[in-house]
Each structure stands twice: as structure tokens, then as C-alpha cells.
């Protein structure tokens, strides 16, 4: 029933971005009614191509699933960047407008024709796509130094590298893998953590995709949490492929890493609406661990739990993509304390947020780079 009201929401937005950018064709062209017609079933099925890509799937219809998915993602990033720079111009034919009204001046001589104003949209979309495209592409590893006196003096550093939001599918296969994991390698990790959405829909080659992560060396293991779309895209097979990558995967547990520190993870609340939360709550899971020892909590969406003491020392989240396309990170900014990177709390705790070093539908990032996250504890006072 949840679903159902998703998907509901989901294209009745999604229509009326569409819309929208009807209006605007319309208002700068003549359009006959057959080339409305045309018009109006390209957008139409450019609306229910997530609804086809996910049904395909389920049929095995390979071919379309993998057109469909290219062809309607790629739409939907460009359609949102020309929706929001066509909306931006739309402000200033307004602002236009109203001056000229309240101030008698002729600020209408401004403003842009509809054709003009469509084609100025059209380049900044065409821009901002292909741009975002070539940003999608082009992993970046952020650095964190973390002094805190709880990691032992003589064991000098202790580096953690995290993956976050990877969306293994159609869109994010196995040469955009290969490069994610070309950084990770880079990084030389002892610990590696994967805070979520490592997989989203049809996986082909998957055996393939495993097998990559296992031949990455950390020795002191590495360690998975389920994100919501592991939950969406059919759990069992996520948590099988988690598993098979090489992840331990802490589902409402904590394990004690090399006498170092303690690694508690747990479920996205997504697996509360489909039944399938599994273990302890955050307050009970790290009530276990000693004070006097590190706490690392893996948690998918960065919401703090503000119910009673924190009890860990870094939380580590991601799912918020930086919000992948500017200037829907605008929106992100508002949803979280912190949309991205480093954020020191009042008890010397810290959350990082990491921008994920994947995409979710569009296989763009506009202004909000894909990264790996590379951490390194080390003995200190607890400055970070």
C-alpha cells in the first residue's frame, strides 16, 4: 500500500514536471496537432519510464530494461535542470513585469520572448547535463583526520575508508565499479565500510561485481549496513550479494575490531515498513560498548537519535547524494543536519556524511562530485 502511494506521488510530480516543460514548447512554438500529439506520448513515456524499467526487470525483458533505464534517466536529470533554469527565467520575466508596473518603467523591454527564454533553458540544461555527466565520472577522495585518545598511541593511525550510495545496476555497472574501486585501492585501507545502497535493481554480471570488492585488502575487515534501496530491490538478493562481495553485514549488531575499536551498525528504517528490521536499537546496540573505547556507528540516513546520551564517537551515514543534482541539493540541505562532510557535535561526537560515489536514476552530479570517504583515526586529545 506504501508503495503504491510512492509510485502515485512519484509520477504525479514527475507528470507535472513534464507538464510543465510542455507549456514551455508550447508557448515558443506553433504546434500543430499532430506535433503536439508526438509531443505529448514522448513525454508521456518518458513519465512512466521508471514504472517500465522496474517492470522489465521483473520480466527479464533485458534489452528494454537497459534502454529504458539509459534513455529515462538521462531524460530525467536533463528534464529537472530545464524545468529549474526555466523556472529561474520565469522569476525574472516576473520581477520584470512587477517593476514595471510599480515603477512605471519600461523593464518590460527585458524580457525574454518565449522562444528565447525556451532556448536559453534548453542550453543551460544541455550544459549542466553534459557537465554533470563528465562530474559523475570523476571519483574524489576527501580526506579526515579524527584525534581522539581512545585509539591506542602505539598503533599510530588507524584508516577507514567508506563507500557509500554506489547503486550497483543498470546506470552504475562494472567499469564505473572498477574506478570506484581504483580510489579505495589508492586509499589503502584497514577498515572498509559501506554505509548503504550498494545495490539498486537488476545486477547483471553480478557474480563479477562480488568478486571485485573481495579483492580489495582490508586487514581489519570490512563491515556493511543495509541501505533503503538494498530494501527496495528485493533484500535478499542485496543482502546475498553484500555477503558475497565480502561484507560483514551488522544488522542491528556491534563487533569488537582487533581490540581497536567497535563497529555497530544498523537497518535503514525502510526495513520497518517492509517487516524486515533486524537486531537491536541504536540506544540498546551501543549501551553494549565500554566508554572508554571507540565507537563507530554505521547508519544510513544522518539523522542523529536525540532520545537520551550519545553513545559513539563517530556516526558515518550517507544517502543524501549531496544531493546529486544542484539545486535539489538546496532542498537536501534543509531535510539533515549535515548534507555532506564533517560536522563536530556538542559531546565530541562527529557525524560525516558522505556524498556517495554513485548516482541514483540520472547517471549525473551537478555541482555535488561522487567520493570515497578516507578516515584516519589517531591518537590525539580529541580535536578533530
Known amino acids: 500500500m506504501r508503495f503504491l502511494s510512492f509510485i502515485t506521488v512519484f509520477l504525479t510530480l ?16 506553433a504546434l500543430t496537432g499532430g506535433t503536439g500529439a508526438i509531443l505529448a506520448c514522448f513525454l508521456l513515456l518518458m513519465v512512466l519510464s521508471p514504472v517500465i524499467v522496474r517492470l522489465s526487470e521483473r520480466f527479464a ?3 528494454l530494461s537497459r534502454a529504458m533505464a539509459v534513455a529515462g534517466f538521462v531524460w530525467m536529470g536533463f528534464l529537472f535542470l530545464f524545468v529549474s533554469a526555466a523556472l529561474l527565467i520565469d522569476v525574472y520575466r516576473l520581477i520584470c ?17 518565449g522562444r528565447v527564454a525556451f532556448f536559453a533553458a534548453l542550453a543551460a540544461a544541455v550544459f549542466a547535463t ?4 563528465v562530474e559523475a565520472l570523476t571519483i574524489q577522495q576527501e580526506y579526515v583526520t579524527i584525534q581522539t585518545p581512545k585509539i591506542p ?3 599510530g593511525k588507524l584508516r577507514i575508508v567508506q563507500i557509500s550510495d554506489i547503486h550497483l545496476g543498470r546506470i552504475v555497472g562494472e567499469t564505473r565499479l572498477e574506478n570506484i574501486l581504483a580510489k579505495v585501492r589508492e586509499a589503502e585501507p584497514d577498515i572498509l565500510i559501506s554505509t548503504g545502497d550498494l545495490v539498486d535493481g537488476q ?13 580489495i585488502s582490508a586487514p581489519y575487515g570490512k563491515f556493511a549496513i543495509m541501505g533503503n534501496h538494498e530494501f527496495y530491490a528485493g ?34 528504517e525502510a526495513g520497518h515498513r517492509y517487516g524486515l528490521f533486524e537486531g537491536e536499537t541504536e540506544d540498546a546496540l551501543l549501551s553494549h560498548i565500554p566508554l572508554d573505547r571507540f565507537a563507530l556507528l554505521l547508519k544510513h540516513r544522518p539523522y542523529l537519535n536525540q532520545k537520551g546520551e550519545r553513545h559513539f564517537d563517530l556516526q558515518l551515514s550517507g544517502h543524501t547524494h549531496g544531493g546529486q543534482i544542484f539545486p535539489f541539493s538546496l532542498i537536501i540541505k534543509m531535510l539533515y543536519p549535515k548534507d555532506a562532510g564533517l560536522l563536530a557535535l556538542e559531546d565530541g561526537a562527529y557525524l560525516y556524511v558522505n556524498r556517495g560515489a554513485g548516482t541514483w536514476g540520472p547517471p549525473i552530479r551537478f555541482l555535488a562530485p561522487p567520493q570515497i570517504a578516507i578516515i584516519d583515526l589517531v591518537h590525539g586529545e580529541g580535536s578533530g
Open 61 to 63: 525483458m533485458d534489452a
Open 14 to 29: 514527475y507528470g507535472l514536471l513534464h507538464f510543465y516543460a510542455f507549456l514551455k514548447v508550447k508557448r515558443a512554438f
Open 203 to 215: 545486477m547483471d554480471g553480478a557474480s563479477n561485481l562480488a568478486q571485485m570488492f573481495r579483492r
Open 153 to 155: 598511541k602505539s598503533l
Open 97 to 113: 513585469t512587477v517593476g514595471t508596473h510599480l515603477f512605471h518603467n519600461r523593464w518590460d523591454r527585458w524580457i525574454p520572448s
Open 235 to 268: 533484500f535478499g538478493r542485496s543482502l546475498r550479494f553484500t555477503k558475497a562481495a565480502g561484507f560483514d553485514v551488522l544488522r542491528g549488531t556491534v563487533v569488537d575490531v582487533g581490540d581497536i575499536i567497535f563497529v555497530a551498525g544498523v537497518d535503514d
Open 130 to 133: 553534459a557537465y554533470g555527466y
